[in-house]
């Protein structure tokens, strides 16, 4: 097929950019294309997007294809991830496929509408909203999800730079992601105030502990609501301590998974057996 009627996916450029290396270009010059493209019925690329480039850089008029039977929008962008399972990624661009995935979960299973394998999941257990597409795209990423959701907010915002014109912060950001840790990263973007904090306060303004106005409840809500507000404050000065001598990113994701199990019970969100202590 002509190499000109082909057509890059743009959910490829957003994920991996794709650009080849010397020893793809060395190889696609002497050898040609030696494994067809796979591209949809239109043209456009689902795998094989360095080939294409490289073939573009040497002049390659022709290029072998192979087309799928995909038609789905939504399966032809899980297919383009999926072919790029076996590549070595860097933070930043699986951040971008749990990103991806996540809104294709979440365009399939949209609120309000009963999933498709629903049967699978447990009676007893509660509708967690948002929960289960979250995890879903995570462990495809391999990653734990509340740190594919935190590498996620710090991809929105060096896009947002970047749309800024604030090319040099967007770089350091991505740097910092890439080479140091998602929480790193996630951590200096809330110092600088484009991520913001869900810190004591907030819980503090949200849910006041009112003693005279409401007895505890049977499920130890009022107890429950003291803990959390007791915790937050036991975080705050640890955290204050630990990033003194920069030993915080090592536990904070410990302490955030406590506040988010302890503030789902006193909001009722956790299942039944775990509310009592």
Same mark, same amino acid.
């Given at each position: 097929m002509k190499r000109t009627d082909l057509k890059p996916h743009p959910l490829n450029?957003?994920?991996?950019?794709?650009?080849?290396?010397?020893?793809?270009?060395?190889?696609i010059r002497a050898h040609g294309i030696l494994e067809p493209i796979l591209v949809t019925k239109?043209?456009?690329?689902?795998?094989?997007?360095?080939?294409?480039?490289a073939a573009v850089n040497i002049g390659l008029e022709d290029v072998p294809i192979t087309v799928s039977e995909l038609t789905d929008e939504l399966d032809i962008?899980?297919?383009?991830?999926?072919?790029?399972?076996?590549?070595?990624?860097?933070? &930043?661009?699986?951040a971008r496929?749990?990103? !991806? +995935?996540? @809104?294709?979960e979440g365009k399939r299973n949209p609120p309000g509408n009963p999933r498709s394998d629903k049967k699978l999941i447990p009676a007893n257990l509660p509708e967690l909203k948002g929960t289960e597409s979250r995890t879903r795209a995570a462990e495809k990423v391999g990653m734990k999800h509340r740190t594919a959701e935190k590498a996620s907010k710090v991809v929105?915002?060096?896009?947002?730079?970047?749309? &800024?014109g604030k090319l040099a912060?967007?770089? !350091? +950001?991505? @740097?910092?992601?890439?080479?140091?840790?998602?929480h790193r990263a996630y951590s200096t973007a809330q110092e600088l105030k484009l991520i913001p904090k869900n810190g004591k306060k907030k819980i503090a303004k949200q849910r006041p502990i009112q003693?005279?106005?409401?007895?505890?409840?049977?499920?130890?809500?009022?107890?429950?609501?003291?803990f959390i507000t007791g915790f937050q404050t036991m975080k705050e000065n640890f955290r204050r301590t630990l990033e003194h001598y920069q030993l915080w990113d090592s536990v904070q994701e410990f302490f955030d998974c406590i506040s988010e199990k302890y503030e789902q019970v006193c909001e009722g969100?956790?299942?039944?057996?775990?509310?009592?202590?």
């Open positions: 450029s957003w994920v991996y950019g794709d650009s080849y290396d010397n020893e793809l270009l060395e190889s239109d043209g456009r690329i689902i795998s094989g997007h360095r080939r294409w480039n962008q899980e297919a383009i991830i999926e072919a790029n399972k076996q590549r070595k990624k860097t933070p &930043e661009q699986r496929e749990f990103k !991806a +995935l996540k @809104e294709i929105t915002v060096i896009d947002a730079l970047e749309k &800024e912060d967007s770089s !350091a +950001l991505r @740097e910092m992601l890439n080479k140091k840790s998602v003693v005279e106005q409401k007895l505890p409840e049977p499920n130890h809500a009022y107890v429950l609501n003291s969100k956790a299942p039944e057996d775990q509310r009592e202590f």
